[in-house]
């Protein structure tokens, strides 16, 4: 991260931490450090606690699927590597992958054979937070899990901690494969940790997140602990699942299945 990112995310701290939140660039207010309070700016879109449903069903096409991850990664930048140093917000994978406690040899067929999105899954009760020497990685109040990447140094205990695999790490300078820059978000360098920030800085702006809008309804975002929200309407009506529960870390992504 070049000299000029970190003095800026400095100020931009500073500057929540004595109330103002209002001279400080919206993109960069979802990444005030977990120790500095900030007022939520007018036309944020605002939650208790932020969850995720993936409606399995309607994601029949591998085109479902790319057209979320596109909207993802350009949004936020995310370099396209090939290899063992592919960095990912989120992606797929198949059933035995995404659910092996729930495996069996007697699965439907339809499910052997389907793709399931991930991504980072939010948890209420996060090890990647625990495990960060830095406070790098860290929870805001409203259950989105953050990467602060002027202060993570690269130890990559997070990766280690995260039993989801959501996390990737930069080994070489991401800033050459990435496609059509989006300014308006920042890039990342070499030697830092990033994820799936449920698109924090959107919900600053108003905004929805950018694979929920390329969704066409297949994922539905919104606060858990709203009652009357779409979300808590979904989870009532449908059957859901979600990864690795065994674990405690109690996920905040629900899958129909």
């Known amino acids: 991260m070049d000299?000029?990112?970190?003095?800026?995310?400095?100020?931009a701290g500073i500057s929540a931490a004595l109330g103002l939140s209002g001279g400080i660039p919206l993109s960069l207010?979802?990444?005030?450090p977990a120790d500095v309070e900030y007022v939520p700016t007018k036309g944020q879109i605002t939650g208790k606690r932020w969850g995720m449903v993936i409606d399995t069903r309607k994601f029949t096409k591998p085109e479902d699927f790319q057209r979320v991850i596109e909207a993802c990664?350009?949004?936020h930048n995310v370099p396209d590597i090939q290899g063992n140093e592919e960095i990912k917000w989120i992606w797929t994978d198949h059933f035995e992958q995404v659910f092996p406690s729930s495996s069996?040899?007697?699965?439907?067929e339809r499910y052997e054979q389907q793709d399931f999105l991930l991504l980072c899954?939010?948890?209420?009760?996060?090890p990647c937070v625990r495990v960060c020497p830095t406070k790098a990685t860290f929870q805001r109040a409203d259950g989105?899990?953050?990467?602060?990447?002027?202060?993570?140094?690269?130890?990559?205990y997070c990766m280690a901690g995260c039993p989801y695999g959501s996390r990737s790490f930069n080994f070489s300078d991401p800033k050459p494969y990435v496609q059509n820059l989006n300014p308006d978000?920042?890039?990342?360098?070499?030697?830092?940790?990033?994820?799936?920030t449920f698109c924090a800085a959107r919900l600053e702006q108003g905004q929805m997140p950018a694979c929920v809008e390329a969704s066409n309804g297949g994922l539905i975002f919104g606060d858990l602990s709203d009652p009357d929200s779409e979300i808590r309407k979904v989870l009532r009506e449908n059957f859901t699942v979600r990864r690795k529960v065994e674990l405690g870390t109690n996920p905040c992504v629900f899958y129909i299945v």
Do not use: S
């Open 185 to 196: 978000f920042p890039a990342r360098m070499r030697g830092v940790v990033e994820k799936c």
């Open 104 to 108: 069996n040899p007697y699965l439907a």
């Open 3 to 11: 000299n000029n990112r970190r003095t800026f995310l400095k100020i």
């Open 144 to 156: 989105i899990i953050m990467m602060d990447f002027h202060r993570c140094i690269g130890c990559r």
């Open 29 to 32: 207010q979802a990444y005030t």
């Open 121 to 126: 899954n939010h948890c209420n009760n996060p």
């Open 73 to 75: 990664h350009q949004t």
